[in-house]
């Protein structure tokens, strides 16, 4: 081709070729360089050519090949930031450029998912806007816009003196994880928050608000990392969103730091409550079911069947009023759960040098309860049980299955009989000593309707509850302070609702028994301590099925 020729086809795409280059440069220098580039091989490339049919697909493909080539100079050596080449490979590391090559790595990852995404699409793998915007289905106009935000941030970044907050050194330890109301089956909120990174990333937006990268920060971490971990905690309820893309949680962690004496002055007063409770409420509980005739005990110790509904009286009957509401609390996951939730983190004491003045009696007052089991099979079938260290059955309410009650229903009626066809049932029933070798139920049942029993059962008189009330409330605030704001509430509730709870009812127990009220109990007897299954029949004592 022609000089003349060649000088007037680069003067007409000159601009076009320049903006081109705009477009898929990190910084003004790094376009001005690039177009000049292409500018010079496209020129070159005309001067050397003889007919061209289409000129404007040969100077585009000259620009593609041009930019292929820079990309690929640019993955072997460097990124720029606004003119600063930065090396990003660790092979061209050198001890001069070791904290600029991980500050940006560090600022990479700090970027959106999204936007970190299209970055190392376009930089790194050399992909072109156009590929870029087809593959993410997002108009290009997006694409250029995350790609010119990017440099913003990136530079920004660089800048700046990240943070790593004090998760980031000294995660807190989780102890135990409990929950109040419906879980999934077989799984509690253990199955979400079963690892130290997702108690670390409740507990960094638990006094405060963080956006991800916020929470990164906090945990001394990338967002790179904990990305599908905040997806998976959001999605299943544990993350709330609020304003600004910042997320909370609605999780109760119980403070880090106890103090002994509000403890003791706490634990004085419910010693004080349970001898109230024996003296003037056991006596009402017992003389509601004086008369009840309908119940199987496997050991006729009708003691045994007094101790589990006098359990259920001072756990269910004898709570404080409150009115608040906790809606907001409760935890809803695709699994079906619907539960509020409780940490208990490793603590440490406010005051390690005050003596205690009140002493439990016992050294585990651990209950897992209320629980209660239900059958769309059967319709008369349910159960109501707690575990506690009168109690011999093992697994909690993980072990604690309603289809137990079911298997044990069948066995009562009949219709399980002995065969490899039912041997898997049998096996189960045996397991959880639910019925013994030679085919006693071991469980104590009650031919009832399970709510119309429990009505019989009185509540606590109001006047006794108002004398609890007060100093239930008193100590309710007093504990809130320890909580950031939007958790008060539902400490406020948890702590009144629950301050005649089954601790207090174990404690009733121990009374009880430790003073010959009640004979002690009989190993075999533990099997259903603590438990009655309720249905339209009785066993047959003298069944073997």
């Given at each position: 081709m022609e000089k003349q020729t060649a000088d007037k086809l680069i003067e007409n795409y000159i601009k076009k070729i320049y903006g081109f280059a705009f477009q898929r440069a990190f910084s003004g220098d790094e376009a001005e360089e690039l177009g000049a580039e292409m500018v010079k091989e496209v020129y070159l490339s005309l001067l050397h050519s003889q007919d061209i049919e289409n000129t404007d697909g040969y100077i585009w493909r000259?620009?593609?090949?041009?930019?292929?080539?820079?990309?690929?100079?640019?993955?072997?050596?460097?990124?720029?930031?606004?003119?600063?080449?930065?090396?990003?490979?660790?092979?061209?590391?050198?001890?001069?450029?070791?904290?600029?090559?991980?500050?940006?790595?560090?600022?990479?990852?700090?970027?959106?998912?999204?936007?970190?995404?299209?970055?190392?699409?376009?930089?790194?793998?050399?992909?072109?806007?156009?590929?870029?915007s087809m593959e993410n289905g997002l108009p290009e106009g997006t694409i250029k816009w995350h790609l010119s935000k990017a440099r913003n941030d990136l530079k920004e970044g660089f800048e700046m003196e990240r943070r790593i907050g004090n998760l980031g050194i000294s995660p807190v330890e989780c102890v135990e994880i409990a929950h109040m109301g419906r879980s999934e089956e077989d799984h509690g909120p253990e199955k979400y928050l079963n690892d130290s990174l997702s108690i670390n990333i409740l507990y960094s937006v638990y006094f405060?608000?963080?956006?991800?990268?916020?929470?990164?920060?906090?945990?001394?971490?990338?967002?790179?990392?904990?990305?599908?971990?905040?997806?998976?905690?959001?999605?299943?309820?544990?993350?709330?969103?609020?304003?600004?893309?910042?997320?909370?949680?609605?999780?109760?962690?119980?403070?880090?730091?106890v103090s002994l004496e509000q403890g003791d002055l706490i634990l004085m007063e419910k010693i004080k409550i349970v001898k109230e409770l024996v003296k003037r409420y056991v006596p009402k509980v017992r003389a509601a079911i004086a008369d009840y005739k309908d119940v199987y005990i496997p050991s006729g110790n009708r003691e045994l069947f007094e101790a589990a509904v006098i359990f259920y009286a001072i756990s269910n009957k004898c709570t404080l009023p409150i009115k608040k509401d906790i809606s907001k609390y409760w935890i809803k996951t695709p699994g079906g759960a619907d539960y509020a939730v409780m940490v208990t983190l490793?603590?440490?004491?406010?005051?390690?040098?005050?003596?205690?003045?009140?002493?439990?009696?016992?050294?585990?007052?651990?209950?897992?309860?209320?629980?209660?089991r239900s059958s769309m099979k059967y319709p008369s079938v349910m159960s109501w049980s707690c575990?506690?260290?009168?109690?011999?059955?093992?697994?909690?309410?993980?072990?604690?299955?309603?289809?137990?009650?079911?298997?044990?229903?069948?066995?009562?009626?009949?219709?399980l009989?002995?065969?490899?066809?039912?041997?898997?049932?049998?096996?189960?029933?045996?397991?959880?000593?639910?019925?013994?070798?030679?085919?006693?139920?071991?469980?104590?049942?009650?031919?009832?309707?399970?709510?119309?029993?429990?009505?019989?059962i009185p509540?606590?008189?109001?006047?006794?509850?108002?004398?609890?009330?007060?100093?239930?409330?008193?100590?309710?605030?007093?504990?809130?302070?320890?909580?950031?704001?939007?958790?008060?509430?539902?400490q406020i509730y948890r702590f009144f609702h629950d301050f005649i709870s089954p601790m207090e009812a174990l404690m009733v127990l121990d009374e009880l028994y430790d003073t010959g009220v009640f004979k002690p109990l009989l190993e075999e007897e533990r099997v259903t301590s603590q438990l009655l299954m309720f249905s339209d029949i009785l066993p047959d004592t003298n069944i073997i099925n």
């Open positions: 000259i620009c593609a090949n041009v930019f292929s080539k820079h990309v690929q100079a640019k993955k072997k050596q460097t990124v720029s930031i606004d003119g600063m080449e930065i090396p990003y490979y660790a092979d061209f590391e050198s001890e001069e450029n070791k904290e600029e090559v991980r500050r940006l790595r560090r600022e990479i990852a700090f970027l959106g998912a999204e936007r970190r995404k299209i970055v190392y699409a376009f930089y790194y793998e050399g992909k072109s806007i156009s590929t870029i405060t608000p963080r956006t991800k990268e916020e929470i990164a920060e906090e945990l001394g971490m990338t967002p790179v990392f904990i990305d599908d971990k905040i997806k998976m905690l959001e999605e299943n309820g544990f993350l709330v969103k609020t304003k600004g893309g910042k997320y909370t949680t609605y999780v109760l962690f119980f403070p880090r730091k490793k603590t440490e004491l406010e005051d390690p040098d005050y003596v205690p003045k009140a002493q439990l009696p016992k050294d585990n007052y651990f209950t897992c309860g209320d629980m209660t575990d506690s260290r009168y109690s011999s059955r093992q697994g909690t309410w993980k072990n604690n299955r309603g289809e137990d009650y079911e298997y044990l229903y069948e066995w009562m009626n009949g219709s009989t002995k065969g490899p066809e039912n041997k898997e049932k049998i096996d189960r029933l045996r397991s959880r000593e639910f019925i013994s070798e030679d085919g006693k139920v071991n469980v104590m049942v009650v031919k009832d309707d399970m709510l119309k029993f429990f009505e019989r509540e606590l008189d109001s006047e006794i509850k108002d004398e609890f009330a007060q100093y239930a409330m008193d100590q309710a605030i007093q504990t809130a302070k320890y909580y950031p704001e939007h958790m008060q509430d539902f």
